[in-house]
């Protein structure tokens, strides 16, 4: 039995692809829509579909992903992706990483030591380094 393909597997890999695999290009440069569609393993016709559904996921969250280290929350990966559909292409920025403080009941920018700690290199971008895209 095959996995099912769920717009949570495709934001799971486009994230994956994005951090992990730097083939898929630098996201704050901008990287082609149809390489983006490739590299998800989608067709022109599925693409068609999935498409608007990860620009829409895109527009209202980031790339996030989490994990708990000694029994603590923390976002290893945070990255704000936008598609420009004028010119086809992807943009994105790193955002801070956060840490859940349970003393407060939600998430705060972790320090740099805190960084250190958790042995994670970082570096967020205050607004996107490509500043002629267009929302």
Same mark, same amino acid.
């Given at each position: ?38 590299? #998800?393993?989608?067709?022109?016709? *599925?693409? %068609?579909? /999935? +498409? &608007? ?43 801070? #990483?956060?840490?859940?403080?349970? *003393?407060? %009941?939600? /998430? +705060? &920018? ?26």
């Amino acid at each position: 039995m095959s996995k099912a393909i769920t717009l949570e597997s495709k934001t799971d890999y486009f994230r994956y692809l994005l951090h992990e695999v730097k083939e898929i290009g630098d996201f704050r440069f901008g990287i082609p829509d149809v390489t983006v569609m490739e590299k #998800l393993g989608a067709t022109p016709q *599925s693409w %068609s579909r /999935y +498409r &608007p559904k990860l620009v829409q996921y895109c527009q209202y969250n980031n790339l996030i992903k989490e994990e708990k280290r000694d029994g603590v929350t923390i976002e290893t990966i945070n990255i704000t992706m936008e598609y420009d559909k004028k010119r086809k292409m992807w943009y994105g920025k790193r955002n801070p #990483l956060r840490l859940k403080d349970d *003393s407060i %009941s939600s /998430y +705060r &920018p972790m320090t740099s030591e805190e960084l250190e700690e958790y042995d994670i290199l970082w570096f967020a971008e205050d607004d996107f380094m490509y500043t002629h895209h267009t929302k």
